[in-house]
């Protein structure tokens, strides 16, 4: 599949047959599907819309099994909600698997879920409702703030208590503290029911960039940046490490005997634990033997991966601005397999917003052609003909093509 082609993976009804249906619940939850201002089109996006599901939801009332599957950091409360209240009217069985994240909002809709299960390494975190002010407010507006706060805990709480038997105190208190609980800690405080066996399934691949902002599960990309206690040490330690471990082991494998590589006659002076019969014919099996034979070497090598992935992702920020495409950007960034170069993406977002262009243009003169705009008869008195009148449209289409296309690069 092309870089154009992939899919976005986001909210979708998947495997359904007469009785089973399996639900993705995938980024940010929104309560409408994001559209296109010039063209009403829907957007592509990391999202979960209220508005599909609710589209949907009547083909649900017939299944038997549900599997929901879920990795979001949440979202509108509201639609949240709601999935929540529509999911627990559904006469079907449901199970629930954390694929990666699951966090404020998402965990309501996890909460729906008559058995949870889920990861070592999967997330879940609670956390007191929030809203966004922007202005000047008067007493009245802030009141006005506090009692939908106050309205979204009284929904919270009932749900949470329902689905783990704690007291409303003890919730109340794990919500205003925004706590994390990693896998094991899910099951053991009541918000899910079964521990998947890494044996069974590969465990969750979890990494961290920008500091700390994005937290990227199963590479799903989520911004973390407004969460406070995400326990992240132990994620970037493990992303580094595979990082490195990935690279020797496609070395290992290109190596003429492909089990082992002979390391000869190299730093020497780093041997002083290898007896001297040894020294002329290192073998090293795996990372563990090599970073034992040679931790400076690996070291030197862990640098230099880390200062060219730094570069990279310096060179990008440097001509992102000029890019309208965010999704684009950060596919560039972090994406594991389409991860580009400044220059790769430069080419990428200039193929984009020519076909964009293309597209929109051509929209616009088929709507002009389908107007008989060019049959319409001229005054006789004003002057002018037909073919001016047909030119002003034509230069008409220009100027609005070009107020569009400054709108798209201001976004």
């Known amino acids: ?146 009692k939908q706060l106050k309205t979204c805990e009284t929904s919270m ?23 994390w609980f990693v896998g ?29 902002e994005y937290l990227i599960a199963n590479g799903i990309k989520h911004n973390i940046s407004q969460f406070k206690n995400c326990p992240i040490d132990n994620i970037s330690e493990q992303t580094f490490i595979n990082k490195i471990k990935d690279s020797i082991i496609e ?33 090293c099996k795996n990372l563990e033997e090599l970073k034992n034979a040679y931790p400076d070497l690996l070291n030197e090598f862990k640098s230099e991966v880390l200062r060219n992935e730094r570069e990279r992702i310096q060179k990008i920020e440097e001509i992102q601005n000029t890019i309208s495409d965010v999704d684009l950007v950060n596919k560039a960034k972090f994406d594991e397999k389409e991860c580009m170069t400044a220059e790769e993406l430069a080419f990428s977002a200039m193929k984009t917003e020519k076909e964009k262009g293309s597209k929109y243009l051509n929209s616009v003169l088929n709507d002009n052609k389908d107007s008989n705009v060019a049959k319409v008869e001229t005054v006789a008195n004003s002057g002018a003909t037909v073919n001016q009148k047909e030119s002003e449209v034509k230069e008409f289409c220009e100027i609005f093509k070009e107020t569009a296309e400054q709108k798209n690069s201001c976004k």
């Open 251 to 283: 070395t290992l494998k290109n190596a003429k005997n492909d089990s082992t590589i002979s390391l000869k006659n190299q730093k020497e002076n780093k041997l002083d634990d290898i007896n001297s019969e040894e020294r002329n014919d290192v073998m």
């Open 1 to 146: 599949m092309s870089k154009m082609q992939r899919e976005v993976i986001n909210y979708k009804i998947i495997n359904q047959s007469n009785e089973d249906a399996e639900i993705r619940f995938y980024g940010v939850v929104v309560e409408d599907t994001p559209r296109n201002w010039f063209t009403g089109e829907k957007e592509d996006g990391m999202y979960s819309s209220l508005e599909e599901f609710l589209n949907d939801v009547k083909s649900l009332e017939t299944k038997k099994n549900i599997l929901i599957r879920i990795n979001s950091c949440g979202g509108d409360f509201n639609a949240g909600v709601t999935i929540h209240n529509r999911l627990k009217d559904l006469q079907a069985h449901k199970v629930g698997i954390i694929d990666g994240l699951c966090a404020s909002a998402a965990t309501l809709i996890a909460c729906a879920c008559d058995e949870l299960k889920v990861f070592p390494s999967s997330r879940f975190m609670v956390h007191s409702a929030k809203v966004g002010l922007c202005g000047y407010f008067s007493n009245d507006g802030l009141e006005k703030a506090m």
């Open 157 to 179: 709480i009932p749900i949470y208590k329902n689905k783990t038997n704690k007291t409303e105190e003890e919730l109340i208190s794990i919500v205003n503290a925004e706590t």
């Open 184 to 212: 094991q800690e899910i099951i053991d405080n009541g918000f899910a029911d079964i521990l998947i066996d890494e044996n069974e399934s590969e465990d969750i691949k979890m990494q961290i960039v920008n500091g700390g």
